[in-house]
Nanobody, 125 residues
Framework: QVQLVESGGGLVLAGGSLRLSCAASGRTFSRFNMAWFRQSPGKEREFVAAITGIGLNLYYADSVRGRFAISRDNAKNTVYLQMNSLKFEDTAVYYC??????????????????WGQGTQVTVSS
């Protein structure tokens, strides 16, 4: 497992942008597939975006495709989520996740065994 710390959340107007960062410590970062999930009050945690270990494959939820971009810098042990054209419905706590297995696929929470504490993103309309 790795330790994950998210940052970059905050309050933004609809149509604005934010960039989330997730810093990892511990084992070799490039071995881990990384993902962002989000959870709103009363809702289940949902997949947002994922990136494989060396960044060859990217995955996005339909609701964010074309607006969000996931990337990673393995030299800095950091994964990013650039969020543009934010909407009110993007409001949630965003969680960074890391995992080495592909058994459940990149969109499934069961593929990830390390989670950050979450960072709040609030989009005002």
């Amino acid at each position: 497992q790795v330790q994950l710390v998210e940052s970059g959340g905050g309050l933004v107007l609809a149509g604005g942008s934010l960039r989330l960062s997730c810093a990892a410590s511990g084992r070799t970062f490039s071995r881990f597939n990384m993902a962002w999930f989000r959870q709103s009050p009363g809702k289940e945690r949902e997949f947002v975006a994922a990136i494989t270990g060396i960044g060859l494959n990217l995955y996005y939820a339909d609701s964010v495709r074309g607006r969000f971009a996931i990337s990673r810098d393995n030299a800095k042990n950091t994964v990013y989520l650039q969020m543009n054209s934010l909407k009110f419905e993007d409001t949630a706590v965003y969680y960074c996740a890391a995992g080495e297995t592909v058994a459940w696929g990149p969109l499934n929470t069961r593929s990830y065994n390390s989670w950050g504490q979450g960072t709040q993103v609030t989009v005002s309309s």
